[in-house]
């Protein structure tokens, strides 16, 4: 449904707002060898987040990506998944066709919509804080 560079981008912002809580900055290293992610390309995502200013990085030797606690309980996944893969996941069609709407649907599409729905509302409603919450409880990984 993501495509691989949000997956990983999520898994990132997830793990560096985990740290940021304990007060550290973290490593391209750290982050790319804690969600398992090649060090190239999760630098490339890093860097598209920090543009976009989902993810603040410092420089110099206690340098590091971190995200600002306030950042946090106002940060929903919803912008995270538009920097990284913009609007299609709430408008693309289930069958990957270019040309899917009510006029012309392909026989996922009334069925995808609610989907569609239902993933944009889950998106928009959860928060990193409430991610960085559920880690806390032990059950929960951000590598395979």
């Known amino acids: ?53 989902i993810v603040n990085s410092a420089k110099g030797p206690k340098g590091g990506f971190y995200i600002e606690t306030e950042n946090m309980q106002l940060l929903n996944l919803s912008a995270i998944v538009k920097v990284l893969d913009g609007d299609s996941i709430y408008t693309g069609c289930g069958l990957g066709l270019k040309q899917c709407n009510d006029q012309k649907p392909c026989p996922l599409h009334y069925r995808f919509v609610a989907i569609r729905e239902e993933l944009k509302n889950m998106l928009e409603k959860t928060t990193l804080l409430m991610l960085v919450n559920d880690m806390d409880l032990d059950i929960f990984h951000l590598k395979t």
């Open 1 to 53: 449904m993501f495509s691989k560079s949000c997956e990983y981008g999520l898994r990132a912002v997830i793990f560096i707002a985990q740290q940021s809580r304990l007060g550290k900055k973290v490593s391209l290293i750290t982050i790319s060898e804690a969600i398992d992610s090649p060090q190239a390309f999760t630098a490339k995502i890093l860097q598209q987040l920090t543009k976009n200013q």
